[in-house]
């Protein structure tokens, strides 16, 4: 009978330890799921799915151009792109499309960060490594991120006001980036860290311009208005700094304000071209991360990598009409 009991302890220990087991399992293993470890090799062919916050962004069609260049030197790789124009529930959407189409990876650049993490994390607990780029979701449910410090950019752009844009201080308009996403949430925040040094700067405004030209230039027009004492204009992108400064222009006080954006693309359209032309007086690199994603996915999809970086921090720069030239062509401008 104790001889009865002790097996029916053991037999019983052996079962939770193997339903335990179930629930232990980390971001990697779970990514060398059945659509990970399970499918990878070299020689086979992978689909690739890529849901893009909004196309009609520059640094967005640079981004999925910066993937779809590197997908293609990866022998099997195929990537589809979907536009969710700026709507999250048409992101969610595309996702839950993706997952149809059964998918090898995904890749998403998430228009916001909550209404996105209910789908990665289903995407990610169906066993489909999860590659977040750019803008980042709550939460751990997926497989890495590849991005730049947000934080660290806006302190850069601070700390230039700060030292050598305006020394002396002045009012400051901030035009945002869209709500709810976290570069916006982190550029406000890191900006204000970086002119805490000078307390002669003051940040007399501060509203969304959701990462658009047109919507930047509507914005500076209307705050330009209520503060025509303005110094410069801090913008969470290039292209709202480019908006602003075409508002400023039609109010005919572009050459009194000072204007800077963020992401530098070295395309001819660029920030990098506003600076070494003039309407820019700088702008911080924010690379796109497109090509670190594709070379993470060949290293889950291809090579079978158990343990990928959990997250890659992409390095910036801050350009101005000094540098503006050598860096143009350093980052690959043509």
Known sequence: MRTRTVLLA???????VASTGCNVETPSEKAGGDTGAAKCGAG?????GMSQ????????QVMNNDVETAAKAVTGFKVVVAD???????????????????????VISPNEAKPLTAVVKKAYDQGVPVIVLDRKVEGEAYTAFVGGDNVAIGKAAGEYYATTLLPGGGKVIEIAGLPG???????????????ASNPKIQIVASQPGDWLREKGQSVADALLKAHPDVAAIYAH????????YLAAK??????????????????????IKAVEQGRLAATFQYATGGREAVDLAKKILVDCAKD??????????????ENAVEAYARLGGA
């Open 10 to 16: 053991l037999l019983t220990t052996s079962a939770l």
């Open 44 to 48: 086979k062919d992978f689909l690739i």
């Open 53 to 60: 916050a909004n196309n009609a962004e520059p640094y967005r």
């Open 84 to 106: 969710a124009a700026q709507d999250n529930s048409k992101q969610v959407a595309d996702v839950e499309n993706f997952l149809t189409q059964k998918i090898d990876l995904l």
């Open 181 to 195: 996403s976290t570069p916006a949430a982190e550029r406000a925040q890191g900006f204000r860290d970086g002119i």
């Open 237 to 244: 992108n290039d292209p709202m700094a480019e908006g602003a």
């Open 250 to 271: 039609a109010a005919g006080v572009e050459t009194k304000i000072k204007f800077t954006g963020i992401d530098a693309l070295p395309v001819p359209s660029g920030g």
């Open 308 to 321: 990928v970086p959990r997250t890659t921090t992409l390095d910036t720069l801050r350009i101005t009409k």
